[in-house]
């Protein structure tokens, strides 16, 4: 408690060290960057080797991070220069473009990006496109339209805070907007198609942690989108192996036009509920972090760890390396830490070097900033704002459970069966009395 009390009140003080940091951070976020493919994620083998974690279980206290602007003030927003051809109602969905702009703020974008600015990102569009299918009847834009809608887009995120590099960050292109292979972009002919009421029942309200699990939205999701890709006049016409990939990207693109409908269906802060939460069972699927050579760390750590300083030091240097990338949330640590280990295993080191140099989860999330260490909450969060403190995000400094080191001999197991307690939600502090 005390720790997030002098946080708060030392804010002014680290004002120049943040705007040093942000100096020297530049350097290490460029190669990180370069390895950022958006947030859709997809599972990996090593989920196999997953150790047991409940998601719902009792959280740990959590404390906001408070994150001043020391390089140029939040509320000098600039009026955007817009094409004058996108139809999108940014006005009807003000609130929803103020979001995107906090969760992502020119500073944090690049940081945030995996786990809460890319999300959030890609919801507005999907939202956007949603709402004004009510006016349009389609639920995509035409291709000469995508562009410059996407630009407006850009201009009214950027002139409101956002940063001006969000294409790059999160991969979005004008095809983001249309219906891209999908055959149905019509709203009475997507209603034709479907089962509406089946799917609204689904979807119009998820619960975040047993969607993951029980995946009844997403089901109803695939089942729709996997209608509306038969409705192709020519869906098998390829020859042999082309056949199951071209059906794979139909229905992938089928599934963005599935959640503008029910976007349409509900207000634009139920339809970001709902996108968020499904975006965040891919999130927390896989590790976001680029891992280095780990040569030097199998030197110093192999052959039954006869030197334990150097093995550590190794360690240590090599988990550094990894500070420098990007925050992510606890569950995404744990796969991190999955991966890392079963790499390391690969060049035979057998020991617990975690254990044995004492790495905890959240050595594997952003360091180097006024706290030792950062995980974000594993289901869906938003930066806040306010004109005080500026931007801030909820962050958990009271997370210290040691890494776990994975073993080959664990039996696959769903990630939904898990015994190890990490927080999913934060508990209430008295120090967040500093976030509106």
């Not at 699927?285 to 030197?307: D, I, Q």
Request: overall charge negative.
């Amino acid at each position: 408690m005390s720790a997030g009390v002098s946080l708060k009140h030392s804010i002014s003080m680290l004002m120049l060290e943040l705007f040093m940091f942000f100096a020297c951070f530049h350097e290490c976020l460029s190669s990180s960057l370069d390895h950022l493919k958006g947030y859709l994620l997809t599972e990996r083998g090593a989920d196999a080797f997953l150790p047991e974690i409940t998601p719902s279980a009792a959280p740990e206290p959590f404390l906001p991070l408070l994150a001043p602007s020391p390089l140029s003030p939040f509320t000098n927003s600039t009026v955007p220069e817009l094409s004058g051809l996108c139809m999108l109602n940014f006005t009807a969905a003000q609130s929803l473009m103020s979001m995107t702009s906090i969760d992502c703020w020119a500073a944090f974008a690049p940081l945030l990006a995996n786990v809460i600015c890319c999300p959030q990102l890609h919801a507005t569009l999907v939202i956007l496109v949603g709402q004004s299918s009510k006016e349009t009847g389609l639920l995509a834009l035409n291709r000469t339209l995508a562009k410059p809608c996407l630009s407006d887009i850009e201009q009214v995120l950027t002139g409101q805070g956002a940063g001006d590099n969000l294409k790059q960050i999160c991969s979005t292109h004008p095809s983001n907007l249309t219906e891209a292979s999908c055959p149905v972009k019509d709203v009475d002919e997507f209603e034709n198609t479907i089962n509406s009421s089946e799917l609204l029942a689904s979807c119009e309200k998820i619960d975040p942690v047993k969607e993951c699990c029980d995946q009844l939205c997403q089901g109803a999701i695939s089942k729709a989108a996997t209608r509306l890709a038969f409705k192709a006049s020519d869906p098998l016409s390829m020859d042999g192996p082309h056949v199951l990939p071209e059906l794979s990207t139909r229905v992938n693109d089928c599934k963005t036009v599935v959640l503008r409908w029910l976007a349409s269906k509900l207000d634009p802060y139920h339809a970001k509920e709902v996108l968020r939460g499904l975006t965040n069972c891919n999130v927390n699927k896989v590790c976001p972090l680029v891992f280095p050579n780990m040569r030097h760390v199998a030197n110093s750590c192999g052959n039954g760890t006869s030197n334990q300083t150097a093995c550590c030091d190794a360690m240590d240097s090599y988990v550094s390396h990894l500070q420098k990338q990007a925050l992510i949330t606890n569950l995404q640590a744990l796969d991190c830490a999955t991966s890392l280990g079963l790499k390391l295993q690969k060049y035979n080191i057998t020991k617990n070097v975690y254990s044995l140099c004492h790495i905890s989860l959240k050595d594997f999330s952003l360091q180097g900033w006024f706290l030792s260490g950062c995980l974000l909450p594993s289901l869906p969060s938003d930066a806040t704002f306010d004109k005080f403190s500026g931007i801030s995000f909820i962050c958990d400094l009271n997370d210290n459970i040691p890494a776990p080191w994975p073993s080959l001999s664990l039996l696959p197991a769903s990630s939904c069966n898990k015994t190890l307690r990490i927080p999913a939600l934060p508990a209430t502090t008295n120090a967040q009395s500093g976030k509106k």
